[in-house]
């Protein structure tokens, strides 16, 4: 069983996007996945049409038990609530503060991968949920503010593996990549001279994600066959080469 962080701390980077959809692509490919929304806005829960009115991960992280709604074949998620943000009050400075996601992660079996939609921050939750991981992505958009960013969630990652030695990082995920001079600068630089892994597949820019998730759905229930699908597909090959 294969622990993923996706990870940023700016927000509207496609972070929930990619975890959805690397959850959909393994999932579909017969791996057996399970989501956890961990970001008190619960985006992840209502991008797959979720109904946050029943348990969620709030309930787990407490200590009772993980509730679990399946999604489609080989596909579930834990979901998110608002209330999440409560957590963090509660355990913040406490003795197992930085453990409570791992804790409640321990009793699960059966998966090959779950993956964790975090917040944008580098707080709590990220903290938590990089704590419970064998492996980060860092899913950063194409532009300079991003670039400068990426060093910061690095040394974040670096940080934690202070206390849990197995984690790594998977890679560097460029997402929303238009075909502008400044998208192809950002990768250049990025493949070049972070020394960062960054993952060959691009997640380019379409207006198909937006679609897809006001409907509740993935672009591979909606539009199986354009490009928005195949990027995808394609990065969850690495995926699961990466952490074979």
Known sequence: MKIISFVNHKGGVGKTTATVHVGKALSMNGKKVLIIDFDPQANASDHLNVDLDQPSIVEAVRGGDLTIVNVSEHLDIVPGALELAEVEQQYIGHATGASRLKLALSK?????YILIDCPPSLGFFTQNALNASDYAIIVASPTRLALRGIPTIANAIEEIKLVNPGLNLLGVLISDAERLKVSGEFENILREQSGLPVFNAVIRHYKHYK?????????????????????YM???KEVFDGTK
């Not at 699960?108 to 090959?112: I, Q």
């Not at 993935?218 to 066959?225: A, E, R, S």
């Open 108 to 112: 699960l079996e059966g998966y090959d």
């Open 211 to 231: 679609e897809a998730s006001a409907e509740g759905k993935t672009v591979f229930d909606l539009f199986p066959f354009h490009n928005a699908a195949e990027d």
């Open 234 to 236: 394609t990065l969850s």
